[in-house]
Protein backbone atom coordinates (compact mmCIF):
# COMPACT_ATOMS: atom_id res chain seq x y z
CA UNK A 1 0.00 0.00 0.00
CA UNK A 2 1.46 3.17 -0.65
CA UNK A 3 1.72 5.94 1.85
CA UNK A 4 0.55 9.12 0.12
CA UNK A 5 2.26 11.30 3.34
CA UNK A 6 5.38 9.75 1.64
CA UNK A 7 5.35 10.98 -1.54
CA UNK A 8 5.66 15.03 -0.41
CA UNK A 9 8.50 16.74 -1.58
CA UNK A 10 11.02 17.62 0.92
CA UNK A 11 11.02 21.54 0.28
CA UNK A 12 7.10 21.81 0.50
CA UNK A 13 5.72 23.48 3.41
CA UNK A 14 6.12 22.47 6.92
CA UNK A 15 2.54 22.18 6.88
CA UNK A 16 2.45 19.82 4.50
CA UNK A 17 5.53 17.60 5.61
CA UNK A 18 3.83 17.26 9.18
CA UNK A 19 0.34 15.97 8.29
CA UNK A 20 -0.87 13.54 10.60
CA UNK A 21 -0.19 9.21 9.14
CA UNK A 22 -3.06 8.47 11.12
CA UNK A 23 -6.14 9.12 12.99
CA UNK A 24 -4.54 8.76 16.21
CA UNK A 25 -1.38 11.45 15.18
CA UNK A 26 -4.53 13.96 14.39
CA UNK A 27 -5.26 16.77 17.18
CA UNK A 28 -8.85 17.73 17.92
CA UNK A 29 -12.05 16.92 16.65
CA UNK A 30 -12.75 14.48 18.72
CA UNK A 31 -16.45 14.91 18.47
CA UNK A 32 -16.05 12.82 15.07
CA UNK A 33 -12.89 10.73 15.73
CA UNK A 34 -13.40 9.34 19.55
CA UNK A 35 -14.45 5.90 20.13
CA UNK A 36 -18.15 5.77 19.13
CA UNK A 37 -17.78 8.95 17.11
CA UNK A 38 -18.70 8.73 13.54
CA UNK A 39 -15.35 9.01 11.29
CA UNK A 40 -14.44 6.02 13.67
CA UNK A 41 -16.96 4.14 13.56
CA UNK A 42 -17.40 4.32 9.40
CA UNK A 43 -13.54 2.97 9.53
CA UNK A 44 -14.10 0.10 12.11
CA UNK A 45 -17.22 -1.12 10.27
CA UNK A 46 -15.59 -0.26 6.62
CA UNK A 47 -18.39 1.70 5.45
CA UNK A 48 -17.33 5.07 3.99
CA UNK A 49 -19.73 7.34 2.35
CA UNK A 50 -20.09 10.62 0.69
CA UNK A 51 -18.72 13.28 3.02
CA UNK A 52 -18.86 17.32 3.03
CA UNK A 53 -16.19 18.59 5.97
CA UNK A 54 -17.17 22.04 6.53
CA UNK A 55 -15.01 24.22 8.92
CA UNK A 56 -12.48 27.07 9.37
CA UNK A 57 -8.97 26.94 7.46
CA UNK A 58 -6.29 24.42 8.95
CA UNK A 59 -8.76 22.19 10.78
CA UNK A 60 -7.82 18.97 9.08
CA UNK A 61 -10.14 19.45 6.55
CA UNK A 62 -7.31 18.17 3.81
CA UNK A 63 -6.08 15.83 6.24
CA UNK A 64 -8.85 13.86 6.94
CA UNK A 65 -9.91 12.98 3.73
CA UNK A 66 -6.39 11.61 2.68
CA UNK A 67 -6.17 9.28 5.97
CA UNK A 68 -9.44 7.84 4.95
CA UNK A 69 -8.63 6.82 1.77
CA UNK A 70 -5.64 5.57 3.01
CA UNK A 71 -7.19 3.28 5.93
CA UNK A 72 -9.68 1.90 2.95
CA UNK A 73 -6.73 1.94 0.42
CA UNK A 74 -8.94 3.63 -2.26
CA UNK A 75 -7.50 5.57 -4.83
CA UNK A 76 -7.45 9.12 -3.74
CA UNK A 77 -7.73 12.29 -6.35
CA UNK A 78 -7.48 15.34 -4.77
CA UNK A 79 -8.40 19.00 -6.48
CA UNK A 80 -9.94 22.13 -6.32
CA UNK A 81 -12.75 24.19 -7.24
CA UNK A 82 -10.74 27.09 -7.58
CA UNK A 83 -8.59 25.91 -10.51
CA UNK A 84 -11.37 23.27 -12.13
CA UNK A 85 -14.11 22.92 -14.36
CA UNK A 86 -16.73 20.47 -16.00
CA UNK A 87 -13.79 19.34 -18.36
CA UNK A 88 -11.58 18.33 -15.17
CA UNK A 89 -14.14 16.93 -13.42
CA UNK A 90 -15.23 14.39 -16.47
CA UNK A 91 -12.03 13.52 -16.87
CA UNK A 92 -11.65 12.36 -13.14
CA UNK A 93 -15.10 10.59 -13.19
CA UNK A 94 -13.81 8.81 -15.78
CA UNK A 95 -10.79 7.45 -14.50
CA UNK A 96 -12.65 6.68 -11.58
CA UNK A 97 -15.62 4.39 -13.26
CA UNK A 98 -12.25 2.90 -15.62
CA UNK A 99 -10.79 1.77 -12.34
CA UNK A 100 -14.12 0.12 -10.68
CA UNK A 101 -15.37 -1.49 -13.77
CA UNK A 102 -12.10 -2.78 -14.84
CA UNK A 103 -10.25 -3.16 -11.23
CA UNK A 104 -13.02 -3.17 -8.97
CA UNK A 105 -10.79 0.04 -7.20
CA UNK A 106 -12.73 2.26 -5.71
CA UNK A 107 -11.91 6.36 -5.51
CA UNK A 108 -12.09 8.81 -3.07
CA UNK A 109 -12.48 12.56 -4.86
CA UNK A 110 -11.48 14.93 -2.69
CA UNK A 111 -12.71 18.45 -3.70
CA UNK A 112 -11.39 21.40 -1.77
CA UNK A 113 -13.26 24.77 -1.30
CA UNK A 114 -15.88 22.48 -2.92
CA UNK A 115 -18.57 26.01 -2.42
CA UNK A 116 -16.50 27.60 -5.60
CA UNK A 117 -18.41 24.76 -7.35
CA UNK A 118 -21.87 26.45 -9.14
CA UNK A 119 -24.69 24.29 -9.68
CA UNK A 120 -24.49 23.07 -12.96
CA UNK A 121 -20.99 21.61 -11.76
CA UNK A 122 -22.22 20.16 -8.56
CA UNK A 123 -24.75 18.61 -10.73
CA UNK A 124 -22.32 16.78 -12.31
CA UNK A 125 -21.30 15.01 -9.48
CA UNK A 126 -24.61 13.20 -8.83
CA UNK A 127 -25.24 10.27 -10.90
CA UNK A 128 -21.77 9.25 -9.95
CA UNK A 129 -21.92 9.55 -6.20
CA UNK A 130 -25.45 7.79 -6.17
CA UNK A 131 -24.54 4.64 -8.31
CA UNK A 132 -21.07 4.70 -6.02
CA UNK A 133 -18.59 5.21 -9.01
CA UNK A 134 -17.11 7.70 -6.79
CA UNK A 135 -16.95 8.55 -3.16
CA UNK A 136 -17.40 12.73 -2.74
CA UNK A 137 -15.60 14.31 0.41
CA UNK A 138 -15.87 17.80 -0.27
CA UNK A 139 -14.29 20.84 1.76
CA UNK A 140 -15.73 23.81 2.59
CA UNK A 141 -15.23 27.12 5.38
CA UNK A 142 -19.08 28.06 4.12
CA UNK A 143 -22.24 26.94 5.19
CA UNK A 144 -23.18 24.00 3.48
CA UNK A 145 -26.57 24.88 3.65
CA UNK A 146 -26.27 27.82 1.33
CA UNK A 147 -23.17 26.72 -1.30
CA UNK A 148 -23.85 23.04 -1.82
CA UNK A 149 -27.33 21.78 -3.94
CA UNK A 150 -29.82 20.45 -1.98
CA UNK A 151 -29.49 17.05 -3.93
CA UNK A 152 -25.80 16.62 -2.96
CA UNK A 153 -26.53 17.54 0.05
CA UNK A 154 -28.99 14.92 0.67
CA UNK A 155 -26.24 12.18 -0.71
CA UNK A 156 -23.65 13.09 1.52
CA UNK A 157 -22.94 13.58 5.36
CA UNK A 158 -22.16 16.98 6.48
CA UNK A 159 -19.71 17.06 9.36
CA UNK A 160 -18.58 19.98 10.77
CA UNK A 161 -15.02 20.66 11.76
CA UNK A 162 -13.70 23.38 14.80
CA UNK A 163 -11.09 25.77 15.48
CA UNK A 164 -8.14 23.54 17.06
CA UNK A 165 -7.69 24.97 20.66
CA UNK A 166 -4.29 26.51 21.49
CA UNK A 167 -3.29 23.71 23.63
CA UNK A 168 -3.75 21.27 20.54
CA UNK A 169 -2.19 23.73 18.28
CA UNK A 170 1.24 23.91 21.22
CA UNK A 171 0.99 19.98 20.77
CA UNK A 172 1.15 19.68 16.94
CA UNK A 173 4.53 22.69 16.58
CA UNK A 174 5.84 20.89 19.41
CA UNK A 175 5.98 17.71 17.36
CA UNK A 176 7.02 19.69 14.25
CA UNK A 177 9.88 20.68 16.62
CA UNK A 178 10.85 17.44 17.84
CA UNK A 179 10.71 15.62 14.01
CA UNK A 180 13.70 15.07 12.19
CA UNK A 181 12.57 13.24 8.77
CA UNK A 182 9.70 15.70 8.15
CA UNK A 183 9.75 18.46 10.71
CA UNK A 184 12.88 20.72 12.28
CA UNK A 185 14.92 19.19 14.34
CA UNK A 186 17.50 18.62 11.48
CA UNK A 187 17.99 22.57 11.74
CA UNK A 188 18.60 22.17 15.64
CA UNK A 189 15.58 24.80 16.76
CA UNK A 190 15.33 25.95 20.46
CA UNK A 191 12.01 27.56 21.27
CA UNK A 192 10.36 28.23 24.21
CA UNK A 193 7.08 27.04 25.40
CA UNK A 194 5.52 30.48 26.29
CA UNK A 195 6.61 31.02 22.07
CA UNK A 196 4.57 28.59 20.93
CA UNK A 197 2.12 29.50 23.37
CA UNK A 198 2.13 32.87 21.51
CA UNK A 199 1.94 31.63 18.33
CA UNK A 200 -0.87 29.51 18.93
CA UNK A 201 -2.66 32.62 20.69
CA UNK A 202 -2.09 34.39 16.95
CA UNK A 203 -3.21 31.67 14.51
CA UNK A 204 -7.25 31.37 15.51
CA UNK A 205 -7.11 27.89 15.53
CA UNK A 206 -5.39 27.57 12.04
CA UNK A 207 -2.83 24.29 12.05
CA UNK A 208 -1.80 25.70 9.19
CA UNK A 209 -1.23 29.37 10.07
CA UNK A 210 0.70 28.35 13.23
CA UNK A 211 3.22 25.64 11.16
CA UNK A 212 3.85 28.38 9.04
CA UNK A 213 4.95 30.85 11.69
CA UNK A 214 6.81 27.97 13.15
CA UNK A 215 8.63 27.55 9.87
CA UNK A 216 9.69 31.05 9.47
CA UNK A 217 10.65 31.84 13.10
CA UNK A 218 13.08 29.23 13.03
CA UNK A 219 14.53 29.50 9.40
CA UNK A 220 14.87 33.24 9.87
CA UNK A 221 16.50 33.19 13.04
CA UNK A 222 20.72 32.22 12.85
CA UNK A 223 22.95 29.59 14.33
CA UNK A 224 24.91 30.22 17.26
CA UNK A 225 28.10 28.96 17.50
CA UNK A 226 27.36 25.65 18.58
CA UNK A 227 24.30 25.92 15.51
CA UNK A 228 21.20 25.74 17.65
CA UNK A 229 18.65 28.32 16.81
CA UNK A 230 17.33 29.92 20.11
CA UNK A 231 13.78 31.38 18.64
CA UNK A 232 12.89 34.49 20.98
CA UNK A 233 9.71 36.57 21.30
CA UNK A 234 11.06 38.85 18.72
CA UNK A 235 11.73 36.14 16.74
CA UNK A 236 8.02 35.06 16.49
CA UNK A 237 6.66 38.45 16.60
CA UNK A 238 8.45 39.29 13.21
CA UNK A 239 7.64 35.98 11.55
CA UNK A 240 3.73 36.59 12.38
CA UNK A 241 4.31 40.53 11.72
CA UNK A 242 0.39 41.34 12.26
CA UNK A 243 -2.05 38.74 13.56
CA UNK A 244 -3.95 36.59 11.53
CA UNK A 245 -7.59 36.72 12.39
CA UNK A 246 -10.74 34.03 11.08
CA UNK A 247 -12.70 35.98 8.88
CA UNK A 248 -14.75 36.46 5.80
CA UNK A 249 -16.41 39.43 5.17
CA UNK A 250 -19.10 37.38 2.54
CA UNK A 251 -19.03 33.98 5.17
CA UNK A 252 -20.06 32.11 8.27
CA UNK A 253 -17.70 33.99 10.35
CA UNK A 254 -18.82 37.67 9.32
CA UNK A 255 -22.23 36.50 10.15
CA UNK A 256 -21.34 35.03 13.49
CA UNK A 257 -19.25 37.80 14.79
CA UNK A 258 -22.11 40.29 13.60
CA UNK A 259 -24.66 37.95 15.32
CA UNK A 260 -22.29 38.23 18.78
CA UNK A 261 -22.32 42.02 18.69
CA UNK A 262 -25.71 42.46 18.09
CA UNK A 263 -26.71 39.86 20.54
CA UNK A 264 -23.99 41.52 23.40
CA UNK A 265 -25.77 44.96 22.99
CA UNK A 266 -29.29 43.57 23.35
CA UNK A 267 -27.85 41.64 26.56
CA UNK A 268 -26.66 45.10 27.62
CA UNK A 269 -23.54 43.70 27.63
CA UNK A 270 -20.89 46.85 27.23
CA UNK A 271 -17.46 44.51 27.53
CA UNK A 272 -19.13 41.59 24.82
CA UNK A 273 -20.26 44.41 22.45
CA UNK A 274 -17.10 46.14 22.84
CA UNK A 275 -15.01 42.64 22.45
CA UNK A 276 -17.28 41.84 19.27
CA UNK A 277 -16.88 44.98 17.80
CA UNK A 278 -12.93 45.12 17.93
CA UNK A 279 -12.97 41.67 16.46
CA UNK A 280 -14.62 42.84 13.27
CA UNK A 281 -12.50 46.09 12.78
CA UNK A 282 -9.36 44.09 13.62
CA UNK A 283 -10.44 41.65 10.58
CA UNK A 284 -10.60 44.11 8.32
CA UNK A 285 -14.61 45.17 8.12
CA UNK A 286 -16.50 47.93 7.00
CA UNK A 287 -16.57 50.50 9.56
CA UNK A 288 -19.61 51.84 8.35
CA UNK A 289 -21.15 48.80 7.70
CA UNK A 290 -20.81 48.15 12.00
CA UNK A 291 -22.20 51.71 12.24
CA UNK A 292 -25.35 50.78 9.95
CA UNK A 293 -25.66 48.04 11.83
CA UNK A 294 -25.96 49.80 15.02
CA UNK A 295 -27.94 52.23 13.62
CA UNK A 296 -31.03 49.66 12.88
CA UNK A 297 -30.36 48.38 16.03
CA UNK A 298 -31.09 51.47 17.69
CA UNK A 299 -34.38 51.29 15.99
CA UNK A 300 -34.97 47.48 16.45
CA UNK A 301 -33.73 46.82 19.80
CA UNK A 302 -34.11 50.14 21.98
CA UNK A 303 -36.93 52.17 19.86
CA UNK A 304 -38.61 54.94 21.91
CA UNK A 305 -37.13 53.31 25.58
CA UNK A 306 -34.18 55.93 24.23
CA UNK A 307 -34.61 57.84 21.54
CA UNK A 308 -31.26 59.03 21.83
CA UNK A 309 -30.17 55.83 20.80
CA UNK A 310 -30.95 56.54 17.58
CA UNK A 311 -28.86 60.19 17.30
CA UNK A 312 -25.53 58.36 19.39
CA UNK A 313 -25.78 55.94 16.67
CA UNK A 314 -26.07 58.27 13.47
CA UNK A 315 -23.46 60.59 15.10
CA UNK A 316 -21.11 57.39 15.74
CA UNK A 317 -21.52 57.15 11.79
CA UNK A 318 -20.84 60.97 10.92
CA UNK A 319 -18.12 61.11 13.50
CA UNK A 320 -16.18 57.84 11.45
CA UNK A 321 -17.48 59.87 8.31
CA UNK A 322 -15.23 62.95 9.29
CA UNK A 323 -12.10 61.58 11.03
CA UNK A 324 -11.67 57.82 9.73
CA UNK A 325 -9.44 55.10 10.38
CA UNK A 326 -8.06 54.55 13.15
CA UNK A 327 -9.69 57.93 15.85
CA UNK A 328 -12.78 57.14 14.71
CA UNK A 329 -12.83 53.58 16.36
CA UNK A 330 -13.47 55.33 19.34
CA UNK A 331 -16.65 56.58 18.10
CA UNK A 332 -18.17 53.49 17.28
CA UNK A 333 -16.98 51.87 20.53
CA UNK A 334 -18.50 54.87 22.27
CA UNK A 335 -21.69 54.22 20.46
CA UNK A 336 -21.44 50.13 21.15
CA UNK A 337 -21.49 51.19 24.48
CA UNK A 338 -24.70 53.59 24.87
CA UNK A 339 -26.23 51.04 22.83
CA UNK A 340 -25.71 48.39 25.13
CA UNK A 341 -26.45 50.47 28.35
CA UNK A 342 -29.45 51.80 27.21
CA UNK A 343 -33.07 50.94 28.21
CA UNK A 344 -34.53 48.06 25.92
CA UNK A 345 -37.88 47.64 23.63
CA UNK A 346 -38.69 46.08 20.51
CA UNK A 347 -42.12 47.79 20.79
CA UNK A 348 -41.65 49.99 17.58
CA UNK A 349 -39.64 46.68 15.87
CA UNK A 350 -43.37 44.58 16.36
CA UNK A 351 -45.83 47.12 15.86
CA UNK A 352 -44.15 47.50 12.58
CA UNK A 353 -44.04 44.15 11.57
CA UNK A 354 -47.89 43.62 12.37
CA UNK A 355 -48.97 47.03 10.33
CA UNK A 356 -46.25 45.65 7.34
CA UNK A 357 -48.40 42.01 7.64
CA UNK A 358 -51.86 43.52 8.03
CA UNK A 359 -50.84 45.90 4.62
CA UNK A 360 -49.55 43.29 2.83
CA UNK A 361 -52.75 41.01 3.56
CA UNK A 362 -55.35 43.18 2.87
CA UNK A 363 -53.82 45.21 0.18
CA UNK A 364 -54.96 48.64 -1.12
CA UNK A 365 -57.70 50.66 1.42
CA UNK A 366 -58.72 53.69 0.29
CA UNK A 367 -58.01 56.68 2.72
CA UNK A 368 -61.26 57.43 4.72
CA UNK A 369 -62.27 60.62 2.73
CA UNK A 370 -61.96 62.63 6.35
CA UNK A 371 -58.22 62.47 6.34
CA UNK A 372 -58.01 63.30 2.78
CA UNK A 373 -57.11 66.91 1.69
CA UNK A 374 -58.90 69.30 0.28
CA UNK A 375 -57.12 72.04 -1.66
CA UNK A 376 -59.79 71.85 -4.92
CA UNK A 377 -63.33 72.70 -5.05
CA UNK A 378 -64.06 69.78 -6.80
CA UNK A 379 -62.73 67.03 -3.96
CA UNK A 380 -64.43 69.40 -1.47
CA UNK A 381 -67.55 68.57 -3.45
CA UNK A 382 -66.41 65.17 -3.54
CA UNK A 383 -66.08 65.18 0.62
CA UNK A 384 -63.02 65.07 0.80
CA UNK A 385 -61.82 66.33 4.08
CA UNK A 386 -65.34 66.57 5.67
CA UNK A 387 -66.04 66.54 9.31
CA UNK A 388 -62.20 66.31 9.50
CA UNK A 389 -61.73 67.99 13.58
CA UNK A 390 -58.03 70.10 13.65
CA UNK A 391 -57.23 69.08 16.87
CA UNK A 392 -55.32 72.21 17.91
CA UNK A 393 -59.15 73.60 18.02
CA UNK A 394 -59.94 71.13 21.18
CA UNK A 395 -58.31 71.22 24.90
CA UNK A 396 -54.89 70.01 24.90
CA UNK A 397 -55.25 69.36 21.65
CA UNK A 398 -56.57 66.18 21.41
CA UNK A 399 -60.24 65.05 19.98
CA UNK A 400 -61.60 61.64 19.62
CA UNK A 401 -61.35 60.62 15.58
CA UNK A 402 -60.36 57.67 13.89
CA UNK A 403 -57.20 57.96 12.04
CA UNK A 404 -57.24 54.21 10.48
CA UNK A 405 -59.29 52.81 7.73
CA UNK A 406 -62.48 51.28 9.04
CA UNK A 407 -61.26 47.73 9.04
CA UNK A 408 -59.38 48.78 11.50
CA UNK A 409 -61.23 50.71 13.99
CA UNK A 410 -60.38 51.12 17.18
CA UNK A 411 -56.63 48.80 16.74
CA UNK A 412 -53.52 49.37 18.51
CA UNK A 413 -50.75 48.15 17.34
CA UNK A 414 -47.87 49.95 19.52
CA UNK A 415 -47.47 48.64 22.95
CA UNK A 416 -45.01 50.64 24.53
CA UNK A 417 -43.58 48.95 27.61
CA UNK A 418 -42.79 50.28 31.17
CA UNK A 419 -38.81 50.80 30.14
CA UNK A 420 -37.29 54.14 29.72
CA UNK A 421 -39.00 57.22 28.09
CA UNK A 422 -41.38 54.10 26.77
CA UNK A 423 -43.12 54.07 29.91
CA UNK A 424 -43.88 57.86 29.80
CA UNK A 425 -45.09 57.87 26.37
CA UNK A 426 -47.34 54.62 27.46
CA UNK A 427 -48.82 57.13 30.31
CA UNK A 428 -49.24 59.69 27.94
CA UNK A 429 -51.10 57.57 25.28
CA UNK A 430 -53.30 56.49 28.54
CA UNK A 431 -54.16 59.99 29.34
CA UNK A 432 -55.01 61.08 25.38
CA UNK A 433 -57.05 58.09 25.79
CA UNK A 434 -59.09 59.08 28.70
CA UNK A 435 -59.51 63.02 27.32
CA UNK A 436 -60.87 61.56 23.92
CA UNK A 437 -63.28 59.30 26.09
CA UNK A 438 -62.23 55.89 24.54
Avoid at 123 to 142: K, M, R, S, W, Y
Avoid at 195 to 211: N, P
Avoid at 373 to 382: Q, S
Wanted: proline share 6%.
Amino acid sequence: MTDLFDIIPPPSPLADRIRPRSLDDILGQEHLLGKGKILRIMIENKNLSSLIFWGPPGSGKTSLASILAYYFNYEFIAFSAVTSGIKEIKEVIKKATDDWRYESKRTILFIDEIHRFNKSQQDAFLPHVENGTIILIGATTQNPSFEIISPLLSRSRVLQLYPLKKEELVKIMNRAVEDEKRGLKKVNPSIEQDELKLIATFSSGDARVALNILELAVINTVPDNKGLRHVTRFSVLEAMQKKTYVYDKSGDEHYNLISALHKSMRGSDPDGSLYWLSRMLEAGEDPLYLARRMIRFASEDIGNADPQALQVAIAAMQAFHFVGLPEGKLALAQAAVYLSCAPKSNAVYKAYNEVEKEVKEKGYIPVPLHLRNAPTKLMKDLGFGKDYKYPHDYPSAQVNQEYLPGEFKGRTFYHPTDRGFEKEIKRRLLEWKKAKGR
